[in-house]
């Protein structure tokens, strides 16, 4: 218990990742348990609509035209070789996330994606996992320190990278800075993980286009809308049960 | 606190198969006839889409789509919040004719989205005071995605009222929109209906 107070603390300072995962290695996973995160905490607020028009700016100048090219001139195959490729370099990390949550299941299956995959899937180019059935099980720090018990913090957007919580950029941080993959690759291959990152980046702007033009572009709020999707979205994904109190279920009768 | 165990939830169905056979008011609100209202309304947009007509019709149709099997006047009042309890009768009359066009258009503009997809009802439970829908969304090159419909029979008949995709609420986001836009308008009522006839 006192860890996880020191967690938060630690949590308050965004400049400390390691700090955190210093912590965290310290063998903290046996003492939280998972909390349902509710409504929507912002005292950031006016930062952080300031680097939502810089994000929306990126994405008119550079991210949304340039995803445009990339979806046109790009063959089908060749992007979904690309994503495939990217997501491949992700297992090694959701392996170890899988396994710090405790996850013994999803840990064993992402590792016999990564196997499977590598060999068969020539270099991650292919997805012969999934005829295995063994789906893809996405995960990241930013959850793993959600199963430990930390809370999600307040709502947070950065230039360049999106919506995020205090929880999930320390995550995001975590991730970056101990992926096995950029550890154990040498210089010009850990450049091509890298450049398949950004391509399957770009295709899922391309390919989500109208979803994400309408809400940053049509919307009266775009800010507003983009923090009600993320956290919900997010919430969702960690597998929180939605809250009866909370916004999640809107009772119009009872108003 | 709402998650039922896998059990409960069993007998939950089995009870409600019980009541289903026993002789009950025609308005009473069950788990069939909560799917039956969804699988009968994705029938509809499925051939809507198929039906290869120009796009302006397609909005239409949905809109009607959408008055036939949505509770429209308890969403719009929703939507706009607290300004619906100081509007007079007939704005709020003007507001919820103008936010089911906006609505017809906002969501049928993303047909194309839909092309080639289905939505597959898989599941239903009781939820607080109403029912909870699940279903499956196969759209084309995605991953099957999770859909939830809230459908209550408050307004006297079986309607829904909301829309849960993958998390993200379908209500709270129109709130979010719809106050928004009020706000754009310095909060007043007509001239956001002027808005949404124009969206």
Redesign the interface.
Known sequence: MMRRTLISELLQNLGKPVAVAMVAASGLAACGTAVADQGINDPYEQTNRAMHSVNVGLDRALVKPTSKVYGTIVPQPVKTGVANFASNLSLPGDVVNSALQGNGEASVRNTFRFLINSTLGVGGLFDPAKDFGLAQKKTDFGETLYVWGVGEGPYLEFPGLGPSTVRDAVGTAVDFAANPVSIVLPKPESYYATASKVGSKLGDRD?YS??ID?VLYD???SY??TR??YL??R???LGQ????DG????????? | MIQITRRAFGATLAAGAAVAVLPRPAQALDLASAKALIDRAIAEVNTVINSGKAEQAMYKDFEAIFAKYADVNAIARSALGPASRSASAAEMKAFTRAYQGYIGRKYGRRFREFIGGRIEVVDAKPLKSYFEVISVAHLQGEAPFDLRWHVSNKSGKDLFFNIIIEGVNMLASEREEVGAMLKQNKGDINALIAALNAA
């Open positions: 390919r109208e979803t309408s919307s009266a709020d507003a809308q009600l999707l919900q979205n919430r969702f994904e049960p939605a809250s009866s916004d999640d279920f809107i009772d119009p009768y009872q108003e």
